[in-house]
């Protein structure tokens, strides 16, 4: 494509929580190598279990000192391998747990780019650069009080998801900074700059202080999606002085509508482990953020995860927020923004039918009952949650009915029932509302013209969550349905899914063991081609025109129009359903 091709390194970092990850693809986007730092097992020294301290009130921390060290270790280990040449290497990007914070002391930033290739990072920065030893990670549930308060700030739940794409949720960095500056005052005052995980990576490699990443911002509860600003009003619950403050998060963050590196490759890494000088750094996102970037998602797209719990990850070009999942700001394509949800029953819930129906774990009577053409659920619908649900926002409960629409109105009319005939009618149900769910959750965030023209659903009101629609919004389809996770191999599961969500334009099946860090190194390789003008290609279409199509997806059979058709019925039904739980 490009003569800059030639030759050609990426890289793209994961800095998760159990370890640090970095992948080197060349200029066919081919994984050239893979190279990981175990927390646990690699610096076992910090005495983490999987990658962090647990504490009885809730609180979950990582050692910053131990992140220092992963990323030396990273490199001396790359550097050791023959067949990769680190100076090669043109650009880097990555992906980080998301939510957690790293402080810095009044002297770190200065020392970033002073750094002496003679010593380690770890030497030179720990402790001395930070007025913290740990960074709070995703997984701390110690900020109640603080969530509650910024949810008050800002008039309640649905206002708060509004301003800043959330609700207030514990691991959400406001809430977490807040926490510190109450908790820990002679921190927060000593404490001159506060990065992200990801512009903390940004800031280490770039050897100079890195904003944060706009779309990595977007998890902190404090940023006005509108505005494309910090929030005022959300600022003052962890400072009244909004303006220290807004010093202390580095300035405005790093505008993601077009790609500029943060800097160029630190000497430090260049002098030690033989990387080119002209390296450029490109901005550092969050975990689901790289994800999407990972995969050719268009807008109106959607990433269906099929894990322990069901997670959906969408491009949209619709800001429609609500309180039981989260919008983030696209990473990558300008005026779109991630739609995140995620819901707590996914495998458990239907693996505990499998087990009624199978005493020996077989899913073969579970997916026969699911694939059936003669067991007849036409008018059967139902909710399985054996834990408390985050979509819709309910305590553990499950619900069967069976419901009739009235000839003379539009009501549906449920009768609620302790069992259906027998056990296969829940195999069927719980994998068909599943993802009806999915559908009615996901269509608000898909675009006008996605709407089937070909259905009329009438306009009876239904209800989910803090909407109220007419049927009619729930006519649009996606225009592809990418699946991965664990559940994605069952065929009966992911086709049912496949027919309930409709996409139009194509089902696809992938594995994506690293899907964090090769976004990172699609990221970094479409920012430095176009940063270069050696591309004019937006990041959606370049990396569609890229991608390894043949051999990194397997396609599935197109939904049939009748398919999704079949589930329209059962919309009113499910939000009935919800009205009693
Ligand atoms: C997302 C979240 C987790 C972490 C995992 O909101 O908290 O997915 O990003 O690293």
């Given at each position: 494509m490009t003569a800059d091709k030639v030759g050609a390194f990426y890289l793209g970092f994961d800095l998760s929580t159990q370890q640090l990850k970095c992948l080197v693809i060349d200029q066919n986007l081919a994984l050239v190598h893979s190279e990981t730092i175990g927390f646990d097992k690699d610096l076992s020294h910090y005495k983490t279990t999987k990658g962090v301290y647990l504490h009885e009130d809730g609180t979950v921390e990582c050692p910053v000192a131990m992140w220092l060290e992963a990323v030396d270790l990273v490199f001396e280990r790359m550097s050791k391998h023959k067949h990769i040449d680190l100076s090669l290497v043109r650009a880097m990007s990555g992906s980080c747990q998301q939510h957690g914070s790293v402080y810095w002391a009044e002297s770190g930033p200065g020392l970033l780019p002073k750094l002496d290739s003679k010593q380690s990072l770890k030497q030179q920065l720990y402790p001395e650069?930070?007025?913290?030893?740990?960074?709070?990670?995703?997984?701390?549930?110690?900020?109640?009080?603080?969530?509650?308060?910024?949810?008050?700030?800002?008039?309640?739940?649905?206002?708060?998801?509004?301003?800043?794409?959330?609700?207030?949720?514990?691991?959400?960095?406001?809430?977490?900074?807040?926490?510190?500056?109450?908790?820990?005052?002679?921190?927060?005052?000593?404490?001159?700059?506060?990065?992200?995980?990801?512009?903390?990576?940004?800031?280490?490699?770039?050897?100079?202080?890195?904003?944060?990443?706009?779309?990595?911002?977007?998890?902190?509860?404090?940023?006005?999606?509108?505005?494309?600003?910090?929030?005022?009003?959300?600022?003052?619950?962890?400072?009244?002085?909004?303006?220290?403050?807004?010093?202390?998060?580095?300035?405005?963050?790093?505008?993601?509508?077009?790609?500029?590196?943060?800097?160029?490759?630190?000497?430090?890494?260049?002098?030690?482990?033989?990387?080119?000088?002209?390296?450029?750094?490109?901005?550092?996102?969050?975990?689901?953020?790289?994800?999407?970037?990972?995969?050719?998602?268009?807008?109106?797209?959607?990433?269906?995860?099929?894990?322990?719990?069901?997670?959906?990850?969408?491009?949209?070009?619709?800001?429609?927020?609500?309180?039981?999942?989260?919008?983030?700001?696209?990473?990558?394509?300008?005026?779109?923004?991630?739609?995140?949800?995620?819901?707590?029953n996914g495998a458990l819930a239907r693996e505990r039918i499998r087990?009624?129906?199978?005493?020996?774990?077989?899913?073969?009577?579970?997916?026969?009952?699911?694939?059936?053409?003669?067991?007849?659920?036409?008018?059967?619908?139902?909710?399985?949650?054996?834990?408390?649900?985050i979509v819709p926002n309910v305590p553990s409960s499950y619900r069967r009915a069976t419901f009739a629409k009235s000839p003379d109105s539009q009501e549906v009319k449920l009768e609620l029932k302790d069992a259906f005939a027998d056990i296969a009618h829940d195999a069927k149900n719980i994998v068909?509302?599943?993802?009806?769910?999915?559908?009615?959750?996901?269509?608000?965030?898909?675009?006008?013209?996605?709407?089937?023209?070909?259905?009329?659903?009438?306009?009876?009101?239904?209800?989910?969550?803090?909407?109220?629609?007419?049927?009619?919004e729930y006519k649009k389809r996606p225009r592809r349905a990418f699946f991965v996770g664990g559940a994605s191999k069952n065929d009966a599961i992911v086709e049912r899914f496949a027919q309930v969500l409709g996409a139009t334009d194509?089902?696809?099946?992938?594995?994506?063991?690293?899907?964090?860090?090769?976004?990172?190194?699609?990221?970094?390789?479409?920012?430095?081609?176009?940063?270069?003008?050696?591309t004019k290609a937006p990041f959606d279409n370049f990396l569609n025109e890229q991608f390894r199509w043949d051999t990194d997806v397997q396609s599935l059979s197109l939904t049939k129009d009748k398919e999704w058709q079949y589930f329209n019925n059962k919309i009113q039904a499910l939000s009935e359903l919800e009205k009693t739980l």
């Open positions: 650069a930070f007025s913290r030893n740990v960074a709070p990670n995703w997984q701390d549930h110690s900020t109640g009080e603080e969530c509650r308060e910024f949810e008050e700030s800002c008039g309640g739940a649905a206002q708060l998801a509004q301003v800043t794409g959330s609700r207030a949720h514990h691991r959400f960095t406001g809430p977490q900074i807040m926490k510190i500056a109450k908790k820990e005052p002679e921190v927060y005052r000593a404490t001159s700059k506060v990065s992200l995980v990801s512009s903390f990576l940004a800031s280490i490699l770039a050897g100079e202080f890195t904003p944060l990443e706009e779309a990595d911002a977007c998890g902190m509860n404090l940023y006005n999606i509108d505005k494309r600003d910090y929030d005022d009003k959300l600022l003052r619950n962890v400072d009244d002085d909004t303006e220290t403050l807004r010093s202390k998060l580095g300035g405005p963050p790093i505008n993601c509508d077009k790609p500029a590196p943060v800097g160029t490759l630190s000497p430090y890494f260049v002098e030690k482990y033989g990387l080119n000088p002209e390296c450029q750094i490109f901005p550092f996102t969050g975990d689901n953020l790289a994800t999407i970037c990972s995969l050719p998602l268009q807008p109106n797209d959607v990433l269906v995860s099929l894990g322990t719990s069901t997670t959906i990850l969408l491009v949209t070009d619709q800001y429609h927020p609500s309180p039981n999942y989260h919008l983030f700001i696209h990473p990558t394509i300008p005026r779109h923004y991630m739609g995140m949800i995620c819901y707590c087990d009624q129906l199978s005493e020996t774990h077989d899913w073969e009577p579970f997916n026969a009952a699911v694939t059936s053409t003669t067991l007849n659920t036409d008018n059967e619908i139902a909710c399985y949650f054996p834990l408390g649900e068909e509302s599943q993802a009806l769910s999915c559908r009615v959750r996901i269509s608000p965030l898909l675009s006008k013209d996605c709407a089937d023209p070909s259905v009329d659903l009438g306009d009876s009101m239904v209800h989910f969550d803090c909407d109220d629609f007419p049927l009619s194509g089902n696809f099946r992938l594995e994506t063991p690293n899907s964090c860090a090769l976004g990172g190194c699609y990221r970094a390789m479409w920012s430095h081609l176009h940063y270069g003008g050696l």
